[in-house]
Nanobody, 123 residues
Framework: VQLQASGGGLVQAGGSLTLSCAAS????????MGWFRQAPGKEREFVAA???????KYTDTVKGRFTISRDNAKNTVYLQMNSLKPEDTAVYSC??????????????????WGQGTQVTVSS
């Protein structure tokens, strides 16, 4: 599976961005899809996941602000980010997995990774 993330950029605090991750080379609907981010000097962290069965999960710091969605017809997963804060600044990466739902917050639960896209939120 190949994953291609896009949509990052520079935005002011309070603004919005939508990230996209297009998949190819696999059966997209059979994968759970996740978004992770890595800020400078920090470890990569889980942001959100959308399971193949329709479950969704978010890290607490983005609940109510970010929305993950997927379009199986387009083999694409999205991350709508609203009310962005400077602390959301990071490289955002998408990933795909067939692991059980209990592991979707774990980086090592994902087999396939896309390249990152930079999100910078200015204060």
């Amino acid at each position: 599976v190949q994953l291609q993330a896009s949509g990052g950029g520079l935005v002011q605090a309070g603004g919005s961005l939508t990230l996209s991750c297009a998949a190819s080379g696999g059966t997209f609907r059979s994968y759970s899809m996740g978004w992770f981010r890595q800020a400078p000097g920090k470890e990569r962290e889980f942001v959100a996941a959308f399971g193949w069965s329709g479950n969704r999960k978010y890290t607490d710091t983005v609940k109510g602000r970010f929305t993950i969605s997927r379009d199986n017809a387009k083999n694409t997963v999205y991350l709508q980010m609203n009310s962005l804060k400077p602390e959301d600044t990071a490289v955002y990466s998408c990933a795909a997995t067939t692991t059980n739902w209990g592991r979707v917050t774990q980086e090592n639960g994902y087999r396939y990774w896309g390249q990152g896209t930079q999100v910078t939120v200015s204060s």
